[in-house]
Every structure is written in C-alpha cells, then in structure tokens.
C-alpha cells in the first residue's frame, strides 16, 4: 500500500466518457527540463481528466543501459522525479514495465501479426542505428512492437506523444488494427495521440539546433531536475545566446532565443507570443537573469522534494509494487483474452 492514509483507487478498463491515457518514460539517467515542459507536467495535469497509467519502461532502455546498478538507480530516481513533479499514485498507476510480465508477452503476439515492412519504415531504428546497423540489438528494431503492446495490454485510449513519437503511435494504431481483423474486430481501441503545449521541443542550452538530451556529454546542454538553485541559475546564466539586441522568436535565425523564449513561456504558463512582446526591447542578459529566477521557482521545490524521496528508497519501492500490482490486475485479464483468441490452449 502507498503511504498517506487514503484509500486507493484501482483502475479497471476507463469509463468510456473518461478514457485512459498511457505514457512511458525510459530510465536511461536522470530527469531534465525537456522532459519536465514536454511530457511530465501535463502529465501530472491530465490526472484531473482521465484515468492514468504511467510507466517506466526499463524494458526499453536496455537496449542502450548496460550496467545493471545505474539501471536500478536510474529506475528510482525517475519514479522520484515524477512523484515529485505530481504524478499521485492514489489517483493514477505508476510501476516499472520488466514488473508486468503482459507487456513483453502481447508483444511477442503482436510480432507475429506485425508485417516486416511496417518495421522498415521506422525513421528511430535508422537514426540511432546509425552506419552500425548490422551490429544494433533486435530490441532496438522491435522496440515500437513493445511500444505498441505497452499501450495496448491496457486498451489504452489516449497517448501523449511527441513529434518524434508519433509515427510509433501510427504503427500502434495500424497493429491493433491488423489483430482485430485476424482476431475479432474492435477489440484493440485505436489509441489517439495527444500532442500537448508549446514546449514540446525544449533544445539545448549550448546548441539551440539540438534537442536537450540525456545523452549529451556537456551536462551545461541541460537542466536537470536534480540539479539545485545555484546549478540552474549558472546554467542559464551561461546559456548560448547572440550579439543581437533585444529578445524574440525566430527559430530559424535565432535558434537559442527563440529556444530560451519557449521555456520562458512554458515555466511561466503563458504564450510565447506574449512573453515576446514583454521582452522585445530586453537585453538578453536580462532577460536571462528572469529566466533564471524563473526557472529556480518553478523547479528548485521539485528538486527538494526529489532529495527527499530518493532518501527513501524503500517508500518509492512500495510506490512501484504497488502500482506494478493494479496494472497486473488491468493487463492480465486482456492479455488472457488475447490468448483465448489467437488459439493458445489453456489449462
């Protein structure tokens, strides 16, 4: 049971007026800004409108994580990071993927109904494949299958997704699609992506042409959420900016403002538009100096709450074990069905 008294809720298969909306996050190293302002926070929001599952899909990551200690701590300081920004496991499903065995298990069903083709058109594979394709895992290349059995193990409705995530969604979409027809049709939903804000594409603080990453060797590239208020007002501080005087968008020609402006605007809940305008006639060293404050108010009480959590590490393992438990209880009876309908003789 999850500390804190109150009774919880176990989800079951979503209200159709409500829907369920499933999302994971790999627990490839720490939590940053990028993945705070694109995906974690409206998290947190969409709790008040839907049922909700979240996952940390450790599964996923083992394609790139190797040491099994940094997996185990990676894996409890993304649970922390997203406890901490909001996410409430009385009211929503938070567990680890590699602890609900009917993920990989539907997945395996879904490669057998997934054409190879569908697969060859994966824009991901190719890039993080990169020249070395013929020595890349074949979780890598079957990564979207698993991604798409994540989703649909629960019937999930509603996905949040960034744009480099939306042609996975698609071939969810066209899989569930594919074993409805072979196995009885509409017993997949086709879930509906939910691209969310304006920051959904928060860049590098040293390259503004670059997606902030986890996987950048400069740490100054980012901010991450375990990082304190002295930390992040540097980062700022330092942040690549131009010559030019003044302060608006135009991503083409001022990759760094413009990027500097959406994180204004996405941390301060306003439109971009409108933080442009306050700070058209600002030099930038000023206007860095109130991103910074900003910055520190909005995340400094996460990172706190974060320290806390991560001090506690049996708490967050009971968080998990839990959640794990009421995912199971929503994931097996579809996945039994699935069995039942494919021919699997049950004893």
């Keep these: 049971m999850v500390q804190g008294g109150r009774s919880r809720t176990l989800l079951r298969i979503p209200h159709p007026m409500r829907g369920l909306v499933f999302s994971g996050i790999q627990p490839t190293s720490g939590i940053h800004l990028g993945n705070y302002l694109g995906a974690i926070r409206h998290w947190v929001r969409l709790q008040d409108s839907y049922d909700c599952i979240y996952c940390i899909v450790d ?22 990071a997203l406890l901490a920004c909001g996410i409430d496991p009385q009211r929503s499903i938070l567990f680890v993927q590699s602890h609900v065995a009917a993920h990989a298990q539907l997945a395996w069903v879904f490669n057998c109904v997934t054409p190879l083709g569908w697969l060859n058109r994966m824009t991901q594979f190719k890039e993080k494949a990169g020249k070395d394709r013929e020595n890349a895992p074949v979780g890598l290349y079957a990564y979207p299958v698993l991604q798409a ?15 480099d995530q939306k042609q996975h969604l698609e071939l969810a979409r066209d899989i569930a699609g594919a074993f409805n027809r072979r196995f009885g049709e509409g017993f997949f939903p086709l879930p509906e992506p ?13 390259d503004g042409t670059k997606k902030m990453s986890k996987s950048d060797p400069s740490d100054q590239s980012r901010i991450n959420l375990t990082d304190d208020a002295e930390a992040i007002a540097t980062k700022i501080r330092r942040a690549k900016s131009d010559s030019i005087e003044g302060v608006w968008f135009d991503e083409q020609n ?20 409108e933080v442009e305008a306050e700070f058209r006639g600002t030099l930038f060293s000023t206007f860095k100096t109130r991103l910074a404050e900003l910055c520190v108010e909005k995340l400094a009480p996460i990172n706190a709450e974060m320290r806390g959590l991560l001090a506690n590490p049996a708490h967050i393992d009971r968080v998990l074990a839990d959640g794990a438990e009421r995912a199971r209880a929503i994931a097996e009876p579809i996945l039994a069905e699935v069995y039942d309908r494919v021919g699997f003789l049950r004893l």
């Design 59 to 80: 599964q996923h990551a083992l394609t790139t994580v190797h040491d099994p200690e940094a997996m185990r701590a990676n894996t409890r300081e993304v649970a922390a």
């Design 149 to 163: 059995a994540d989703i649909l193990v629960y019937k999930a409705t509603h996905v949040p997704v960034g744009e």
């Design 194 to 206: 939910m691209i969310l804000g304006e920051a959904t594409r928060v860049m590098s603080l040293r």
């Design 254 to 273: 001022r990759p760094e403002a413009s990027n500097l402006l959406t994180i204004y605007a996405a941390l301060a809940d306003r439109p971009r538009a």
